[in-house]
């Protein structure tokens, strides 16, 4: 059974930067493709960025474009989202999904069979 857990979340200030992972345990995590979502408070968790499973194939929302880059490290179980120039808007809880298949498909949740427990990431002044 894979876990995943995440971590790296914290306060920052505006422009700033984090770097956020998910580890994996129980399994081998280049078998999966792997999604980031967050959810802001009061709003409906959304898809932010997602990987395939050996790494050559990555999708981003268009509010993180440019800004945000997901990245994977098989041989450590570990997915990574960097995170720069960050606003406000940024502030959620961030989750890391793992879907049995290869590739990306979308964010529809239910794609997603396994998810960490959230990293909370506060972006203010």
């Not at 979340?9 to 994996?24: K, T």
């Not at 406000?88 to 794609?111: I, K, L, N």
């Amino acid at each position: 059974q894979l876990q995943l857990v995440e971590s790296g979340g914290g306060l920052v200030q505006p422009g700033g930067s984090l770097r956020l992972s998910c580890a994996a345990s129980g399994s081998t995590l280049g078998y999966y493709a792997v999604g980031w979502f967050r959810q802001a408070p009061g709003k409906e968790r959304e898809g932010v960025s997602c990987i395939n499973s050996s790494g050559g194939y990555t999708n981003y929302a268009d509010s993180v474009k440019g800004r945000f880059t997901i990245s994977r490290d098989n041989a450590k179980n570990t997915v990574y989202l960097q995170m720069n120039s960050l606003k406000p808007e940024d502030t959620a809880v961030y989750y890391c999904a793992a879907r049995t298949r290869y590739y990306c498909s979308g964010y529809a949740e239910y794609e997603y069979e396994y998810w960490g427990q959230g990293t909370q990431v506060t972006v203010s002044s």
